[in-house]
């Protein structure tokens, strides 16, 4: 078996709850959906938190190249796609970029609430 820790180790992902099972009706649209190509489309301020580390970085960089919106991007170093779900420091890094970017594009929670 493959070493994903996080889907085989108890301590992170795997755990008794989890029924390894999905409808298998979202897998069409998931398969099909061409985010790069929608991209262009996609005009409010925009930030990508990604690492080469994680899932499909290749992806991810043409998909912020085609954006035409104002875009920020933030790329933390050997971070993988599982480190993104319960690694401490990378989600802290993302969060805090996400805060920081929804400060600046939302305004104040009032502003942002109406």
Same mark, same amino acid.
């Given at each position: 078996?493959?070493?994903? %820790?996080?889907? !085989?180790?108890p301590d992170r992902g795997m755990t008794p709850a989890w029924r390894n099972e999905a409808d298998p009706?979202? @897998?069409?649209? @998931?398969? $099909?959906?061409?985010?790069?190509?929608?991209?262009?489309?996609?005009?409010? %301020? /925009?930030?990508?938190?990604? &690492? #080469?580390?994680?899932?499909?970085?290749?992806? =991810?960089?043409?998909?912020?190249?085609?954006? !035409?919106?104002?875009?920020?991007?933030? @790329?933390?170093?050997?971070? $993988?796609? /599982?480190? /993104?779900?319960?690694?401490?420091? %990378?989600? #802290?890094?993302? !969060?805090?970029?996400?805060?920081?970017?929804?400060? !600046? $594009?939302?305004? &104040? =929670?009032?502003?942002?609430?109406?």
């Amino acid at each position: 078996m493959f070493k994903v %820790p996080y889907y !085989t180790e108890p301590d992170r992902g795997m755990t008794p709850a989890w029924r390894n099972e999905a409808d298998p009706a979202f @897998w069409r649209g @998931w398969l $099909t959906f061409d985010a790069i190509q929608a991209a262009p489309r996609l005009h409010r %301020p /925009f930030l990508m938190v990604h &690492s #080469e580390a994680a899932a499909i970085p290749q992806g =991810a960089h043409k998909f912020y190249a085609r954006l !035409t919106g104002p875009k920020q991007e933030l @790329w933390l170093d050997n971070v $993988t796609q /599982f480190d /993104f779900y319960d690694g401490a420091a %990378p989600v #802290e890094a993302a !969060t805090d970029a996400v805060a920081a970017h929804f400060r !600046t $594009t939302l305004g &104040s =929670a009032g502003e942002a609430g109406q």
